[in-house]
């Protein structure tokens, strides 16, 4: 973990860590007993997922650095690659396969619903979502509710959008930098934008990560690509 949140760190495991930053805020009885049960018994009950992880994913190859650090803190590995692993055909045993590690939005539901949770919106595209949908999604962010969403990881890299490929939780709404408001269908392409976001073990603003800036609304919305909204988990 990092500051006490889920962390992929070197690994493609960010629909994983997205969702248990979820679980974690709203139960963290129910976060704290699924690692414990996977690191004692090598299985654990997760409201109605049975998560039973692979030999390969429980015996991970090439976990750690050549100076010997874990490339994904041992907390995380235990309860986010076993998450992935239980729901694919092939193992996921290394921080190296990113495709295994590829989580799709189905699969955000069916965690989420798994723990009791309703689904209230679910929508992915290949191609960046239109604006009036990144505003509503915008809209959905609130105590009641977890916004995870599907973004190229360049929104917080600094680098051109090239297609979905990393999940982030919205902890604030889309905010005009200059009115100091939400962004609405008023909100002119021009306007920078600024929002709270989950990712990599951090809770901050998008401005704060690598990107160090932020962005004009259109530019923004070229890297949205799809949301699960879900309510708070009871």
């Known amino acids: 973990m990092f500051n006490n949140y889920p962390d992929q ?28 049960d996977l690191w004692n018994v090598g ?5 109605s997922l049975e998560i039973t992880p692979s ?3 429980r015996h991970p190859t090439n ?35 990113e495709f295994s590690g590829i989580t ?4 955000i539901v069916e965690w989420a619903t798994g723990v009791g949770s309703k689904i209230i919106f679910n929508n992915m595209s290949l191609g960046a979502l239109a604006k009036y949908m990144i505003i509503e999604i915008s809209n959905y962010v609130s105590s009641e509710n977890h916004v995870a969403v599907l973004v190229n990881d360049g929104l917080l890299k600094g ?12 902890d604030s709404k889309i905010i005009s930098v200059s009115t100091e408001l939400p962004v609405d269908e008023n909100t002119p392409d021009t306007d920078l934008v600024d929002l709270s976001v989950f990712s990599w073990g951090e809770v901050k603003k998008m401005s704060s990560f690598r990107i160090n800036r ?12 799809g949301a699960v909204v879900f309510e708070k988990i009871r």
């Open 104 to 107: 799709m939005p189905s699969a």
């Open 43 to 47: 299985k654990a009950i997760l409201g």
């Open 55 to 57: 030999q390969g994913c």
């Open 214 to 225: 932020t962005r004009s609304f259109k530019e923004f919305c070229g890297y949205i690509y």
């Open 63 to 97: 976990y750690t650095s050549s100076d010997g650090q874990t490339r994904v803190p041992a907390i995380d590995w235990i309860s986010m690659a076993s998450l992935r692993d239980d729901m694919n055909f092939f193992d996921y045993s290394s921080p190296d396969e």
């Open 159 to 170: 680098y051109p959008s090239k297609g979905p490929t990393h999940w982030i939780m919205w």
């Open 9 to 36: 760190n070197e690994s493609s495991l960010c629909g994983p860590a997205t969702f248990l930053y979820a679980l974690l805020k709203d139960r963290p009885d129910l976060y704290s007993k699924y690692i414990k």
